[in-house]
């Protein structure tokens, strides 16, 4: 078996008791510095069935963020604002703090949900005994909108996720702590656990640190092929206003702190071969990327240079 992988488990977990239908879901907004983000996805998560609440946490932002939360004419919208930017771990932490929902669902100002996305996790959640579920994110051509259902019926479907891959679509519900961010979580696992402020600048691992501890902690974790959300366009601000270098920096900083904390689980359960060798392979993946990066930058600026002449 090679790493990364892990022997499969049954299909079909045993159900929880009950549907959902009496239970109360809460959306958490994190945002920050992306105003415009904000403004146009939020749409979406407002139509959203099943969400009883929802609590935007703008995180300090110095633009228009404030300006956009006062114009929601929503009474199920809950501004909860910090002074300062805290990181998107404390956001977090400050939404589940203000969620009166039974179940939390992370959302992001960068993206789009179709309107039964949080009915249909909580249905999975109580298919498959689950106390986190999560969907996959597609990433789509800025012109799609009309369209999504068909683009997504037409996305390749893969196997499992890994720590470094959730941004796929399962063939079927699979059973993983690798989840995509925009989860639907029980409210019961914030009574064991919380995001950790302590992954800084991009919060780069800070929710994968929290899946895993939940997997660890004894809460099953699926990853659904039952729905989806989706992105249409890049929206500059937030953790990526960070410079490129610095970005990277703090990715594998992140990564390492993830790995002392649950490397020996990882290595225990075969997701991993060693916690040395997981770091150095991480590394050289991030520093070719800022290299391809810089490569095709320099290519698109030769072009568009003038032609003749010195």
């Known amino acids: ?26 959306l958490v907004l994190p945002t920050y510095n992306r105003a415009g983000a904000l403004a146009t996805n939020l749409t979406t998560m407002l139509a959203m069935d099943a969400v009883g609440q929802i609590v ?4 300090g932002s110095t633009d228009d963020t404030e300006k956009v939360c006062r114009q929601v004419k929503d009474d199920r919208v809950e501004v909860v604002r910090h002074q300062r930017n805290l990181g998107v771990a404390a956001a977090r932490n400050s939404g589940v703090h203000a969620a009166n929902g039974d179940w939390v669902l992370f959302g992001e100002d960068d993206c789009r949900f179709p309107r ?4 249909i996790l909580l249905a999975e959640a109580h298919r498959h005994g689950a106390d986190l ?6 990433y789509l051509a800025a012109d799609a909108d009309a ?15 890994s720590m470094e891959e959730v941004s796929l679509f399962p063939t079927r519900p699979i059973e993983t702590p690798f989840l995509p961010a925009r989860a639907l979580v029980n409210k019961r696992v914030f009574s064991q656990l919380s995001f950790d402020p302590g992954y800084l600048v991009n919060g780069y691992r800070e929710e994968t640190d929290f899946f895993v501890g939940a997997a660890r902690a004894g809460f099953r974790c699926l990853f659904t092929n039952a729905t989806y959300c989706y992105q249409l366009d890049h929206w500059d601000g937030g953790a990526h206003q960070a410079s490129t270098l610095r ?26 071969r060693s916690k040395a060798l997981a770091q150095a392979q991480f590394a050289a993946q991030r520093l070719s990327g800022v290299l391809t990066g810089v490569v095709r930058a320099r290519i698109r600026r030769s072009k568009q240079r003038p032609s003749g002449g010195r």
């Not at 892990?6 to 809460?26: F, H, L, V, Y």
């Not at 039964?116 to 009915?119: E, I, P």
């Not at 579920?133 to 597609?138: E, I």
């Not at 970005?247 to 991993?272: C, K, P, Q, S, T």
């Open 1 to 26: 078996m090679t790493a990364g992988t892990k022997p499969a488990q049954g299909d079909t977990p045993p159900p929880t008791p009950g549907n959902g239908a009496n239970e109360r879901i809460t």
């Open 56 to 59: 935007v946490v703008d995180d």
């Open 116 to 119: 039964d996305y949080a009915a």
């Open 133 to 138: 579920v999560g969907a996959p994110l597609l």
């Open 147 to 161: 369209d999504v259902p068909a683009l997504a019926a037409q996305v390749p479907r893969k196997g499992r996720p």
């Open 247 to 272: 970005y990277e920096y703090w990715a594998v900083r992140n990564n390492w702190r993830f790995l002392r904390r649950h490397g020996d689980w990882m290595v225990e359960n075969r997701y991993i």
